[in-house]
């Protein structure tokens, strides 16, 4: 099992970045997938997440309005597009997969994990 983002970079704020994971090794079409979020000193969480089939997705309230989650189970792909970028929006993002077909939130509840990808807005 291999998940594997990209995408991220320095942004300044109010500007946007689009980060993208690359799935492998497991059923992307049967997985929950999720994008969640770990700033310096801080405990990971929850960004978004997106059910199997794209149709229903959630997000945490502080990036609602800004950022867009979807997916592409033919080329098992998942996609995190973030608009109006804060500096509190710095931290290294991780996709996350989970075998679930109801959306969790939590970190411990999701199966495989990838690297993370560093964002940075800053000025």
């Known amino acids: 099992v291999q998940l594997v983002e990209s995408g991220g970079g320095l942004v300044q704020p109010g500007g946007s970045l689009r980060l993208s994971c690359a799935a492998s090794?497991?059923?992307?079409?049967?997985?929950?997938m999720g994008w969640f979020r770990q700033a310096l000193g801080k405990e990971r969480e929850f960004v978004a997440a997106?059910?199997?089939?794209?149709?229903?997705?959630r997000y945490t309230d502080s990036v609602k309005g800004r950022f867009t989650i979807s997916r592409d189970n033919a080329k098992y792909t998942v996609s995190l597009q973030m608009n109006s970028l804060k500096p509190e929006d710095t931290a290294v993002y991780y996709c996350?997969?989970?075998?679930?077909?109801?959306?969790?939130?939590?970190?411990?509840?999701?199966?495989?994990w990838g690297q993370g990808t560093q964002v940075t807005v800053s000025s």
């Open positions: 090794g497991f059923i992307f079409g049967g997985y929950t």
């Open positions: 996350a997969a989970d075998y679930r077909i109801v959306i969790r939130t939590t970190a411990p509840e999701y199966d495989y």
């Open positions: 997106i059910r199997w089939d794209g149709d229903n997705t």
